[in-house]
């Protein structure tokens, strides 16, 4: 328990010579008189120089260095940090002493006499690690779980060839002055504190890193070694972990998406975690799943896999009622504002995918719909990317009349649904509905709410008579009034129909346009009429009374030219 005397590797340093030591015939042998001297000495002990500075040990110990477990500004071991109260009691009870301003030097830990420990002198020994846990007793619940490697590796040696039960629990890690074993860095540990064991062929290789991990982050920011009240060595329970960073997706917690409110719909995978944030993600993932849960399948994205490992009928192609009908692939040139989207794998076109316009972390909308403005409400979501649909959110058929009349305006309902049985859609996957016999599949979707019955107070008169007609303006020129077959699609032979008139979307406007308008300009929008602009079929027959005869469409006595002209006689 003495420090050692006799020949040495180097020479007493002359730092020491100077201070007063005495050598022996050979310079490389140490004697009691290289530290102490016997007569005229003002430090403790006789000794030739005060152990305040830690130089009489440095001085020959020069290859002592600060560890590999600590960052920033701090020192360690043997570099003077300063100790806490605590810790300064637990020196004082093993016999030895702080040096100026509470700091730690070599004498805090090590006897030149009486010393334990094999050959380091050390004040306590080191198995079961009493020597580190006198002053660090905070990192005890480490012993006896998986980073304890008396319990999964005790046949693992540090850099010293010291076992965790030889050495204590602590050495398999940390060392005094020097790496417990060589450190490998890592992108996510570039100081190997933790590489060094989970890796492949290593003691921890069950637990290994794999390629695929959360970037930007290292190992410690989300563990602690020392950690066992949350599983993983996790610092916080992961759900708390997650949103430190990503304070965003919070809104998570207590939504439809919480795990942790009950729902046994979950896969048994996610279930088992326990955590709202784990049951779709996990941190280190690999080549199939990336940092998601589920395997991607199929053409859907990773994220989609996700929601469709839950949600298989809101699927494209799955054939349910509820199966996703929105067009999955759109044009490079399509302007789909702040919506997330993903390229095709082959590059060639845009791909939606599940939350593109739903956000699986919740929000106050109803579907966990992505954007849902105050000014456009629910449709602002179609209007992201449908641009020039926007002028239907001034009109009757805006989100607040249609809610007003009780019908559900989320994402342009009633009249389009995304989510639904193929088979029951129309073109631009409208709703179909066969209210009778008196209206054609043109007038179909309109007179589901405009008829007896309806939401909407029907026309007193909703029809043209069926007399052959020519568009002589064909559909989709500006100022056309289209006409309609039997089958509801635009035909330059067809009849009249709502659609004639009427744009269910409303004229496309600027903000600007809509800001100037009069009070009463604002209520003819309401009315969603195509402007009239001659010629056109109204005024193929009507000639100059095409424009009356189009405002008094629906009025029975309005349209009628014989009453008009008594009226203007009188």
């Not at 916080?236 to 917690?253: Q, R």
């Not at 929105?326 to 040139?333: M, S, V, Y």
Request: aromatic share 4%.
């Amino acid at each position: 328990g003495t420090h050692p005397t006799g020949g040495m590797p180097w020479p007493v340093p002359d730092v020491l010579i100077q201070a007063g030591a005495k050598l022996a015939p050979n310079p490389r042998e140490i004697t009691c008189q290289v530290c102490h001297t016997p007569h005229g000495s003002s430090n403790d002990h006789l000794l030739v120089m005060g152990v305040e500075s830690n130089e009489l040990c440095t001085s020959c110990h020069d290859q002592m260095r600060p560890g590999m477990f600590r960052e920033g500004g701090h020192s360690e071991h043997p570099l003077r940090p300063p100790v806490r109260a605590a810790q300064k009691s637990a020196i004082a009870a093993m016999g030895t002493r702080v040096g100026t301003n509470d700091t730690l030097i070599c004498l805090s830990c090590h006897k030149l006499h009486h010393g334990q420990g094999d050959r380091f002198m050390l004040a306590l020994p080191l198995k079961e690690s009493e020597m580190c846990i006198a002053c660090h007793a905070e990192k005890q619940p480490l012993f006896s779980t998986p980073h304890d490697l008396r319990v999964t590796a005790p046949s693992e040696r540090n850099r010293l060839g010291m076992t965790a039960e030889s050495g204590g629990p602590c050495s398999s890690c940390h060392m005094f002055h020097r790496y417990a074993r060589g450190p490998e860095s890592h992108p996510l540990d570039k100081r190997g504190m933790c590489i060094t064991c989970h890796q492949d062929g290593a003691c921890a290789g069950e637990f290994a890193i794999g390629g695929l991990n959360h970037p930007s982050v290292t190992c410690t920011e989300c563990h602690d070694p020392h950690e066992t009240k949350v599983s993983h060595f996790m610092r916080k329970p992961a759900g708390a972990l997650c949103a430190d960073c990503h304070g965003d997706k919070a809104t998570l917690f207590g939504g439809a998406h919480d795990l942790n409110l009950g729902s046994d719909q979950w896969p048994l995978a996610s279930l088992s975690t326990g955590d709202a944030c784990l049951a779709c993600h996990r941190p280190h993932g690999d080549v199939d799943t990336g940092l998601w849960r589920v395997a991607q399948c199929g053409d859907a994205s990773a994220s989609d896999a996700s929601c469709i490992a839950c949600h298989g009928g809101n699927a494209w192609g799955s054939g349910g009622s509820l199966a996703a009908v929105h067009p999955q692939r759109i044009g490079l040139d399509v302007d789909v504002g702040a919506l997330p989207v993903d390229f095709t794998k082959d590059h060639s076109s845009l791909q939606i995918g599940c939350q593109t316009c739903h956000n699986p972390h919740g929000g106050e909308s109803s579907g966990l719909l992505r954007i849902v403005s105050k000014k456009n409400g629910a449709a602002s979501i179609c209007t992201e990317c449908h641009s020039d649909m926007r002028s239907i959110c001034g009109t009757g058929h805006g989100d607040v009349s249609l809610a007003h009349a009780g019908l559900d305006p989320i994402a342009c309902g009633p009249c389009h649904s995304v989510h639904s049985d193929a088979s029951t859609l129309g073109s631009g996957l409208t709703t179909l509905s066969s209210p009778g016999t008196s209206f054609s599949n043109a007038d179909a979707q309109c007179a589901a709410c405009h008829s007896a019955g309806g939401t909407a107070r029907p026309p007193a008169i909703a029809s043209h008579p069926d007399v052959p007609m020519y568009a002589i303006r064909p559909g989709g020129l500006a100022g056309a009034l289209p006409l309609f077959n039997a089958s509801g699609d635009v035909d330059a032979f067809g009849r009249i129909a709502c659609k004639t008139c009427h744009t269910p979307h409303g004229q496309p406007m600027d903000r600007a346009a809509t800001a100037s308008m009069s009070p009463a300009e604002k209520r003819a929008m309401r009315m969603l009429l195509r402007p009239f602009l001659p010629p056109n079929v109204c005024t193929t027959c009507h000639g100059a009374d095409g424009l009356r005869r189009f405002l008094y469409f629906h009025d029975t006595d309005k349209r009628r030219g014989d009453i008009v002209e008594s009226i203007d006689a009188d």
